[in-house]
């Protein structure tokens, strides 16, 4: 079980990037596209002209790479929180359906599930943006398609067991519409492990995100993310312009674990098993 003190820190670090995110425009101290060549590959700590001082230095085209990391927060968490609405939107009706009706209904819905998970994804991806064009849009519905299967098949599995419990059966015998036993009956006893699907794959999707963006499939160039700012210090690299790579990448992996840990401390909290109960003894005291 994930200490308590780790769940403290990650959820500190998310209100940053959410806090970055939201009100980004307004603490940042200068544009995000504003360049200025006079003070291209300028060292953090650097104090530029007309009062400007760059904290974290700026990139190759005399950008404030600490401006464009807050901006950046912004895509990385709309597009991580999005594409889960939508995979999981997707994903948690297409479950619900299969695993309550089955038959052939089930067999068509697992089959294109299957039938997704046989291509690697990031090609998928590509092949999709590439159609598409890049997008903030684009971006979330390629990512959001891409995650429906995993919730699908979760759903689908505790479907098939609460279908016939005898709640279940009592909500049938009052006369209760499929519908209301789908979604007001089932649905709300499953929430649980979706919850920790859900903040497991903001992660993966965040990182999904940066590395399209990286290779130039993500958002527009005017639009700063954290992969697009890896993908302008390539160059550099060799230069030994380290600032450029560091903190968009320090952001991308801090962010990330925060939410794994998250998740890990909701699959622990929400599992009856795992919580141990009040005044229950301890491994220790039991030994």
Do not use: H
Request: charged share 15%; aromatic share 10%; glycine share 10%.
């Amino acid at each position: 079980m994930v200490q308590a003190k780790w769940p403290l820190l990650a959820l500190f670090v998310l209100l940053l990037v959410v806090f970055a995110g939201i009100f980004g425009p307004w603490i940042s101290p200068l544009d995000p596209n504003r360049q200025d060549i006079m003070m291209r590959l300028a060292d953090p700590l650097t104090e530029g002209r007309r009062n400007a001082f760059f904290l974290l230095g700026t990139d190759g085209l005399g950008r404030d790479v600490l401006s464009r990391l807050l901006y950046g927060a912004r895509i990385s968490l709309l597009v991580g929180v999005c594409a889960i609405m939508v995979g999981g939107t997707i994903g948690v009706v297409a479950g619900l359906v299969a695993g309550y009706f089955g038959g052939w209904i089930d067999d068509v819905i697992m089959r294109l599930g299957d039938i997704q998970l046989a291509f690697p994804f990031i090609l998928l991806a590509i092949m999709f943006l590439v159609i598409l064009g890049p997008g903030v849009m684009n971006i979330i519905i390629v990512l959001g398609v891409g995650q429906w299967v995993t919730y699908a098949r979760i759903v689908r599995a505790q479907t098939l067991s609460l279908r016939e419990k005898e709640y279940v059966e009592a909500a049938r015998a009052l006369g209760d519409s499929t519908f209301l036993i789908i979604f007001r009956t089932i649905l709300p006893n499953i929430i649980a492990p979706l919850t920790v699907i859900a903040s497991f794959n903001v992660a993966s999707v965040i990182l999904s995100e940066a590395s399209l963006s990286f290779l130039g499939l993500g958002v527009p160039p005017s639009v700063p993310t954290w992969g697009a700012m890896l993908a302008d210090s390539r160059d550099q690299l060799m230069a030994n312009k380290w600032w450029l790579a560091f903190f968009p990448g320090i952001a991308i992996v801090l962010t990330v674990l925060s939410f794994n840990i998250l998740g890990d401390w909701l699959r622990d909290f929400l599992d009856p098993v795992s919580r141990p109960w009040p005044n229950s003894p301890t491994k220790e005291q039991e030994q």
